[in-house]
């Protein structure tokens, strides 16, 4: 054996998995065919947007927001190759920082794509090609942007999330089609840094899965921010006509433009991997693990977006744990009621455990606790007082069932929230327990005040 342990992925899931197997006394391999290890997230995904989310919304403050703070800022001016070299050192840094790990950790990196070749073989196929042994595969290969039918991707004018990230010029229109996380995060880089943003969204609500009222009050503001919503809106094809997009909407006008990004979903990344040469059958264009994520062929474990769930790199990241540490130790668990979502627009949007609409459709009685941030004084103070946190708590035994919030740092706040379900807190636990003050930790405490009716501050 060349291994005890072959992960096939690089990205949070797999290069996570591999150190985490390391650290517990496996030989581990890990192939990767980008010559960056991090994976969508951390190239072409989560990290570098939010670098430009945060890039742009610096933009957005020194245009819009400093002059109520009494700061004067006269000639403040966009140098988009400047911010957009930034972004590119912060992924480049940081994908280094993964090959730094796998060294200490004697991880041993193969570039090239990884395919089964049946039981305990993986093939590496590209430049250095290698056959591989091992007694544990994990198969970690993420997904992909879902292209609809009649969409014509050219991968300058209309193409995905990764070209939106590197637009060479700030677009002077652009149509962003699905109204989900990504549509949202980067249709508000761009409408922040000068653009017309209008999102085409297929249902009657944006942010599908996020707590309905949370979403429809997110919208609320960031129309008030300048981005333009249509709902109910089917497009049916986008082309590029050799000189703008032209974006085809089921019974309405075409739509005309300089750019747009699809963003409808993203699909797991399947392909070619060799599953038929250890009898591994797809359910759902997904690869279908136990509760300990094994699939149905003896030693090969699967992790991430190309299983069933969320597609969230944290998700990713605790099963890769919970893969290797089942591997060694014959333990490892993902609570999957604690597993929080975050769109990082401005502000954020976060949520964890069960929505509204979820528990009354389960029957569950619940308690509910909100409290808004501007009556809060360090919301007042930072400026950014839109939005509430909201607690649902068990009617009976006062356990958190979930929590959403709309607001300033939201996607920071909410890992108490996820530690508290987590823990099997009660909405009492969070409401006794001391919070800094004044942090807009406060607010989650107050809302958890409210379940039982008595908020102190409002
Ligand atoms: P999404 O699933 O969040 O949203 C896609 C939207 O497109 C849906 O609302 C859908 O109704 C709409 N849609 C589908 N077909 C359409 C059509 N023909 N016309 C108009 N609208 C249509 O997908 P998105 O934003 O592409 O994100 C993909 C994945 O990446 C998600 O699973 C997400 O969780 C993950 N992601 C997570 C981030 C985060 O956690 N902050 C950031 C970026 C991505």
Not at 35 to 63: D, F, V
Not at 294 to 301: D, E, L, N, S, Y
Not at 371 to 394: E, I
Request: hydrophobic share 40%.
């Amino acid at each position: 054996m060349n291994h005890d342990l072959i992960v096939i992925g690089g990205g949070p899931g797999g290069y996570v998995a591999a150190i985490r197997a390391a650290q517990l006394g496996l030989n581990v391999g890990c192939v990767e065919k980008e010559s960056a290890l991090g994976g969508t997230c951390l190239r072409i995904g989560c990290i570098p947007s939010k670098a430009l989310l945060e890039s742009s919304h610096l933009y957005h403050m020194a245009q819009h927001e400093l002059a109520a703070h009494g700061i004067k800022v006269e000639g403040a001016g966009l140098d988009l190759p400047a911010m957009l070299k930034r972004k590119d050192g912060i992924v480049d840094n940081l994908t280094k920082g993964i090959d730094f790990l796998f060294k200490k950790n004697k991880v041993t990196r193969y570039l090239g794509t990884g395919k089964l070749a049946g039981p305990g073989k993986v093939l590496v196929e590209g430049n250095s090609p290698a056959e591989l042994t091992a007694k544990y595969v994990i198969i970690a290969t993420g997904s992909k942007p879902f292209i609809l039918p009649g969409i014509e991707f050219d991968g300058k004018n209309i193409g995905s999330s990764t070209e939106a990230l590197s637009y060479d010029k700030v677009p002077e229109h652009l149509v962003v089609i699905g109204g989900g996380v990504i549509g949202l995060e980067l249709g508000s880089v761009w409408k922040r840094l000068g653009a017309k943003v209008t999102v085409l969204e297929f249902l009657d609500r944006i942010m599908a899965g996020m707590d309905t009222e949370l979403a429809r009050d997110s919208q609320k503001i960031f129309e008030k921010q300048g981005i333009e919503f249509r709902l109910k809106t089917k497009v049916t094809s986008a082309k590029f006509d050799g000189k703008q997009c032209v974006v085809t909407v089921e019974g309405g006008e075409p739509i005309l433009c300089d750019k747009v990004l699809v963003s409808v979903g993203r699909v797991p990344v399947t392909d070619g991997l060799g599953l038929e040469t250890v009898g591994i059958e797809l359910d759902k264009r997904r690869i279908p693990v136990d509760g300990h994520l094994r699939t149905t062929a003896p030693g090969v474990f699967a992790i991430g977006d190309c299983i069933a769930g969320p597609m969230l790199a944290h998700k990713a990241e605790e099963e890769g744990v919970a893969a290797a540490e089942f591997i060694v130790t014959g333990y490892g668990h993902v609570n999957y009621d604690a597993i929080p979502s975050v769109v990082y627009t401005e502000p954020e949007v976060a949520s964890v455990g069960k929505t509204e609409d979820e528990l009354k459709a389960a029957g569950i009685d619940y308690k509910k606790g909100s409290f808004p941030f501007s009556f809060h004084g360090r919301a007042k103070a930072l400026g950014m007082t839109d939005g509430y946190v909201r607690v649902l708590a068990d009617a009976v035994t006062d356990r958190i069932l979930g929590v959403h919030i709309l607001g300033p740092r939201a996607g920071d706040l909410i890992a108490e929230a996820a530690a508290a379900i987590d823990f099997g807190a009660s909405s009492e636990d969070v409401a006794r327990t001391c919070h800094a003050h004044p942090t807009l930790a406060e607010v989650f405490k107050e809302a958890a005040l409210g379940v039982a009716g008595r908020s102190i501050h409002k």
